[in-house]
């Protein structure tokens, strides 16, 4: 059965937002799970099947950050007008501020549904900070997936992806090549490799998740929360290693 897609409004504007689709009852079993992976390995088309699958609701901090930017004056929380302020400069979002956006949306955490949380935490700070929340609101965290994939695997999924330059369609060289080489199917527009899609620059990018997110492996790691899942092949064969991975999660 298919999971009906709603707005996320609590997750995204806070305040006294409520979804359009909230869950009516718990599942027999609300999974609370933590998505690890570097760009590339497919993190969000694991969300997406997750949440078809399980009913747990895709929490992005990514997704909070656009939404911060399209929302109008007032309606914005107070971390997202402060994180809003970082982005214009062109700085890194600091631990504070993410941590202060999260707990403006602690209904999410205990929604009856469950959760998947997607680009939070991203370092040992935030992940002790989480713990310690997670801890006062008395909700337990089944399990962080970390999708695993070599390096020259991730640079060929990314210095693949070609961009249109008018509708912003992505396509891929050679898992979604457009039907006329370098021209957009939707409008015709010119299709272009974004600077950051370069191989050269997928390498630094990778380096520095490596560096960064080694600890929070590691920190996972000696709390019997990692579940390590290989991210090759198809989208499906992947999505079928997760779940062969919770049932595992279920069992110990």
Partial sequence: MTA???????WLKAGN???SHPPLRAPAKAWRLILLGAPGV????QADLLHE????????????????????????SPAMDCALDFM???DLVPDQTVLDMVSERLRCLHCC?????????????????????MQREEVAMTAVLNYELPMEEIVARISGRRT??????????????????GVCDSCGGKLFQREDDRPESVRVRMAAYEKST??????????GLLVPIIAGGTPEETFQRTLVALNGVLTD
Wanted: aromatic letters at 6%; glycine letters at 10%; one cysteine or more.
């Fill in 214 to 223: 080694r600890p929070l492996i590691k920190f996972y790691q000696e709390r």
């Fill in 88 to 90: 214009r400069r062109g």
């Fill in 53 to 76: 699958r399980l009913g747990a609701c895709h929490l992005s901090t990514g997704d909070v950050f656009r939404a911060a930017k399209t929302l109008p004056d007032g309606q914005r």
């Fill in 4 to 10: 009906i897609k709603n707005d996320r409004a609590a």
């Fill in 164 to 181: 249109c330059s008018q509708c912003k369609a992505v396509y891929h060289v050679v898992s979604r090549p457009s039907r006329t080489e």
């Fill in 17 to 19: 937002a409520t979804c």
């Fill in 113 to 133: 549904g469950g959760f998947l949380l997607d680009g939070f935490p991203r370092t040992v700070v935030q992940a002790e900070a989480l713990e310690k929340l």
């Fill in 42 to 45: 497919g993190k969000g088309t």
